[in-house]
């Protein structure tokens, strides 16, 4: 009985792990960053693998937010929403961005240096931890950082 309560337990918590969710991130009053997650399917994707058999990329792109295994989610979307301009942000390569239901809100901060806006943002599912930063200036948007280099997550972004 209790083996088959441990194996219904790590069916649910795997099945919730990937379910489609949604968080928004209030940065400052008039500036919302919506994130989308959802269930990764490697289905008709092309991933290779190292010689040790670890996943290094997807689509011939390196991933982030793994240790090598295969990414369980990935961060679908993210709209960065300030007054009523909506951005959509690059978000390729970027898998396992946050576990369970809660993200840590602490690790996304907002940077403004007249029109230009910075944001920053740390993604971890406890493993496979990286940092993003986007500036947007105007009407158009780019994602300058996609690393996981820790010099860079702890000096630059304070992650």
């Not at 968080?23 to 500036?31: G, Q, Y």
């Not at 942000?89 to 946050?98: F, I, K, R, S």
């Not at 947007?136 to 992650?159: H, N, P």
Request: proline share 3%; charged share 25%.
């Amino acid at each position: 009985m209790k083996l088959l309560s441990t194996i219904l337990l790590l069916i649910l918590s795997g099945h919730s792990y990937g379910q489609q969710k949604e968080v928004k991130i209030k940065l400052a009053k008039n500036v919302t960053l919506t994130l989308y997650r959802d269930i990764f399917d490697p289905k008709g994707k092309e991933i290779e693998l190292s010689e040790n058999k670890f996943v290094i990329s997807i689509n011939k792109k390196p991933i982030f937010g793994t240790d090598g295994e295969m990414p369980k989610t990935t961060l679908k979307k993210a709209v960065l929403t300030i007054g009523t301009m909506n951005y959509d942000l690059q978000v390729d390569g970027m898998y396992n961005p946050w576990i369970g239901d809660n993200i840590y809100e602490e690790k996304f901060k907002l940077e403004m240096e007249g029109y230009k806006y910075k944001i920053i943002g740390g993604f971890s599912d406890g493993a496979g931890g990286y940092g993003a930063e986007w500036v947007v200036i105007g009407q158009s948007c780019i994602r300058t950082i996609l690393t996981d280099d820790e010099k860079i997550l702890f000096d630059y972004m304070g992650q």
